[in-house]
């Protein structure tokens, strides 16, 4: 059965102070979600080591929002997997839409930071999603297909088990435009389907699919409800830890 996760990611936004206070009101409140579905919050790297201690002894596990295509050296500014393991990281989220946006982010360095990431012991969320001109000119079937494809198509279906898809239509992200339970579920299938013919059913049916892009308390139950949805990744709503408490509790 695969596993239920609502991931919360952070992105460029609080003080280390604001963000421990964050983790500590999400971690209390932890206990109260539903056992069978698991929490990771993805805090910025600043964050990542002193958030890490407030989740001790919490079932919220601690993710980063990217790392270096690099495992050490000389690269000024850049952060390597084995940094975020010491940090206390089990998780790197990859391939946002920001990154892909603006910071040039292509499938071939995915590939590559997604090797580093599992050869140290990271589990990795991916993020796939179309445009709106790409969905408003019907291709987003074929956008996320080949993103999927890209990326993943070069991993083994034992390296599937420690990797999430996240779903997150670009238009959909900090918009408060959802995408509808249908569509998301329409994208979330072909994905299963995508993963089925080359790592077999058994992987596909494994793998966790979360949907992402202005998804809130008020929508969370109707997304979540869909057969290939299994959680959410979530940007806005997941700094208040009420809300995002609330949305795990979708479930
Ligand atoms: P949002 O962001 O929930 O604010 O739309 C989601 C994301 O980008 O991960």
Redesign the pocket.
């Known amino acids: 059965m695969r596993k239920k996760i609502v991931a919360g990611?952070w992105?460029m936004n609080t003080s280390i102070q604001e963000g421990v206070e964050l983790a500590k009101a999400v971690a209390a409140g932890a206990a109260g979600t539903p056992e069978n579905v698991g929490l990771i919050v993805a805090a910025p790297f600043t964050h990542l080591a002193s958030v890490a201690e407030v989740l001790k002894g919490s079932k919220v596990e601690l993710s980063a929002q990217n790392c270096a295509d690099h495992e050490k050296g000389a690269y000024t500014g850049e952060v390597s997997v084995g940094m975020l393991v010491s940090a206390g990281c089990s998780w790197t989220i990859l391939g946002?839409?920001?990154r892909r946006q603006y910071y040039g982010e292509t499938d071939e360095k995915l590939v590559v930071k997604t090797r580093l990431a599992l050869e140290a012991g990271l589990g990795v969320i991916l993020c796939v999603g179309e445009n709106l001109e790409q969905r408003e000119e019907g291709k987003h079937f074929e956008v996320v297909t080949s993103q999927i494809e890209n990326v993943l198509f070069n991993f083994t279906a034992e390296e599937m088990s420690k990797i999430v898809v996240a779903y997150?239509p670009v238009w959909?992200?900090?918009?408060g435009k959802t995408a509808s339970a249908e569509q998301a579920e329409e994208i979330h299938a072909c994905i299963r389907k995508v993963l089925a013919g080359k790592f077999g059913e058994e992987v596909a049916q494994d793998t966790t699919i979360l949907y992402?892009?202005?998804?809130k308390p008020s929508n969370a139950k109707e997304l979540f409800a869909q057969e290939d949805i299994d959680g959410g990744?979530?940007?806005?709503?997941a700094l208040k830890a009420d809300d995002f408490l609330a949305i795990a509790c979708s479930y």
Do not use: Q, Y
């Not at 959909?172 to 918009?175: E, L, P």
């Not at 992402?212 to 998804?215: D, E, L, R, V, Y």
């Not at 990744?233 to 709503?237: D, Q, R, V, W």
């Open positions: 990611n992105k946002h839409s920001e997150e959909a992200i900090g918009t992402g892009g202005s998804c990744l979530i940007g806005g709503a």
